[in-house]
């Protein structure tokens, strides 16, 4: 491209030159008649971009946030040497570096390589491929585009994996491999070993007793196989952003740390995207993690209220054995009051209900707002949003059910303790 450019502007200089010592009217018309037979065998010796074949290899997935490189194989039938740009078009949340310089003689091959660090969950997918090819003075290019498509998915980043070890430490005592053993509604007898102060005496086996010389007590381990389904609300209330994320993004997190710890407990996971229909749904299976990301990285809002009862309805269909329902949806009285209340007793009356919910720093801190009128009228407002899902928590509460409502970076390890709770009292 440089040498092109210098010859471009020699060629110029040089019409321009012969044009100066030419009287004027003469002169110019010689320029411009110059100037477009440079033009035009300048255009005529540019590299066909027709002809140009294009194969693409490199990520179908990454994290958000994470890297990624996409290949382009770039190949030159023709007869000429094509010296050039191509732009390797991808929408701007793919985060790509889609420019690069090319110069391939005829009959060669050339790789280039497309950076992409996207921005937006979902599926990014490729444009098309223009190239622009100059000819040997560089005053014209030829510009054509191929569709050379290929797609990216950019899974939820799971930045809640953090916190699994943890929970997993945790798992492990109460299923009795630290020598912590616990005793609840749920739970199955595992072996007997002598009584010690502080166990609780109802585990006293007294046959055991009878036929040994010491007092002998049960232990038990929370029941494994249980059944988990996760429902993800894609509806209305999903949409609203805190921080710089939709609450859907937050619930999917919560989703994953829950899964990847119940899995681990020896138990099915099952997962239910839903607004007005079904948007995605995940069967327990040996690959549950990467099955339960690749179905919520495209799993966008729906601007709609969600049908609560056929949410419901969907839920009851799949799921026959009594089994822990997570419902990741929102606390907004209004919602809650026409869609599930109602419908409700449906569902606690044959599995237990967990409903996890987002809530927004922002509100908790306009609460304490007192600096001027403003500050002390946004802080009434806040405080009332603040009351209002206190009493829906409370509500949902004497109704059987267990509520979670925290910020964002809180809300993963929140659920995952309360879901061992459950476990450790035999709730499942």
């Known amino acids: 491209?440089?040498?092109?450019?210098?010859?471009?502007?020699?060629?110029?200089?040089?019409?321009?030159?012969?044009?100066?010592?030419?009287?004027?009217?003469?002169?110019?018309?010689?320029?411009?008649?110059?100037?477009?037979?440079?033009?035009?065998?300048?255009?005529?010796?540019?590299?066909?971009?027709?002809?140009?074949?294009?194969?693409?290899?490199?990520?179908?997935?990454?994290?958000?946030?994470?890297?990624?490189?996409?290949?382009?194989?770039?190949?030159?039938?023709?007869?000429?040497?094509?010296?050039?740009?191509?732009?390797?078009?991808?929408?701007?949340?793919?985060?790509?570096?889609?420019?690069?310089?090319?110069?391939?003689?005829?009959?060669?091959?050339?790789?280039?390589?497309?950076?992409?660090?996207?921005?937006?969950?979902?599926?990014?997918?490729?444009?098309?491929?223009?190239?622009?090819?100059?000819?040997?003075?560089?005053?014209?290019?030829?510009?054509?585009?191929?569709?050379?498509?290929?797609?990216?998915?950019?899974?939820?980043?799971?930045?809640?994996?953090?916190?699994?070890?943890?929970?997993?430490?945790?798992?492990?005592?109460?299923?009795?491999?630290?020598?912590?053993?616990?005793?609840?509604?749920?739970?199955?007898?595992?072996s007997l070993r002598e009584y010690v102060i502080g166990d609780d005496v109802r585990s006293i086996d007294w046959r055991a007793t009878a036929r040994a010389a010491d007092v002998m007590v049960r232990t038990w381990r929370p029941e494994r196989d249980r059944h988990v389904v996760l429902v993800l609300d894609t509806g209305r209330v999903s949409a609203g952003r805190v921080g710089d994320a939709p609450r859907l993004d937050a619930a999917m997190d919560a989703a994953l740390l829950l899964a990847a710890l119940a899995s681990r407990a020896g138990d099915r996971v099952d997962l239910l995207a839903y607004d007005r229909r079904v948007r995605a749904e995940v069967r327990s299976s040996s690959s549950l993690l990467p099955s339960l990301v690749n179905a919520m990285a495209p799993l966008e809002p729906s601007l709609v209220e969600t049908d609560a009862r056929g949410m419901l309805a969907e839920v009851l269909l799949r799921t026959r054995r009594r089994a822990l329902v997570v419902l990741l949806t929102g606390l907004d009285a209004a919602p809650l009051e026409e869609g599930l209340f109602p419908v409700l007793s449906s569902l606690t009356s044959r599995h237990q209900l967990l409903i996890a919910s987002v809530s927004d720093p922002r509100v908790a801190e306009m609460a304490r707002g007192r600096g001027d009128a403003e500050a002390v009228y946004d802080a009434a407002a806040a405080s009332r949003v603040l009351a209002e899902r206190q009493q829906v928590t409370a509500r949902l509460g004497r109704r059987g059910v267990d509520v979670v409502d925290a910020v964002p970076e809180e809300l993963p390890p929140a659920l995952a303790d309360r879901y061992l709770a459950l476990k450790a009292a035999g709730r499942l």
């Open 1 to 190: 491209m440089a040498v092109s450019g210098r010859l471009g502007a020699l060629a110029l200089f040089g019409a321009l030159a012969v044009g100066l010592l030419l009287p004027s009217g003469t002169g110019l018309l010689v320029v411009g008649a110059v100037l477009v037979v440079l033009v035009l065998v300048d255009l005529a010796f540019a590299g066909s971009v027709r002809r140009l074949t294009f194969t693409r290899s490199g990520d179908t997935s990454v994290r958000l946030g994470e890297p990624a490189s996409v290949e382009l194989l770039v190949a030159n039938p023709g007869r000429r040497r094509v010296r050039g740009l191509v732009r390797d078009a991808w929408p701007p949340s793919a985060g790509a570096e889609d420019r690069h310089r090319l110069s391939l003689p005829a009959g060669e091959r050339r790789r280039l390589t497309t950076a992409l660090r996207p921005t937006r969950r979902g599926d990014r997918q490729a444009f098309r491929v223009t190239v622009r090819s100059y000819g040997p003075l560089g005053l014209a290019a030829r510009q054509g585009s191929h569709a050379v498509p290929w797609t990216v998915r950019v899974l939820p980043p799971f930045g809640s994996r953090k916190h699994l070890p943890s929970r997993l430490a945790r798992l492990q005592q109460l299923d009795g491999r630290n020598a912590v053993l616990v005793r609840g509604q749920g739970t199955e007898f595992d």
